[in-house]
């Protein structure tokens, strides 16, 4: 799994970083009968950043907060990703 990770790095973003799995964990989709098991990795990179441009429109760089602050606002997010966000801060506000 960690392997087509990195290769999607590669491929999408034009770097090679390590990866940290933050969180694995079941999620059910809100409304439908549906379960997936999501995985969330982490990467730290200074870049610079090649973007492929069929795949990736656009990269824009958030603090946690200010994510956080945008969903509240009302902001469009893919719901997996805000759920799968918050716990990942929760467990990093738990270990500090």
């Not at 790095?9 to 933050?22: R, T, W």
């Not at 990269?59 to 918050?86: C, I, N, R, S, T």
């Amino acid at each position: 799994m960690t392997m087509r990770l990195h290769v999607e790095c590669k491929k999408e973003l034009g770097i090679e970083a390590p990866l940290e799995n933050a969180l694995t964990t079941w999620y059910t989709v809100p409304d439908r009968d549906i379960r997936r098991r999501i995985g969330v990795y982490l990467a730290k990179h200074e870049g610079p950043f090649e973007l492929e441009a069929i795949e990736v429109a656009e990269v824009v760089w958030h603090k946690p907060e200010e994510v956080l602050a945008m969903a509240k606002k009302g902001e469009p997010f893919q719901p997996e990703f805000l759920d799968m966000f918050k716990l990942v801060i929760e467990r990093d506000t738990n270990e500090n």
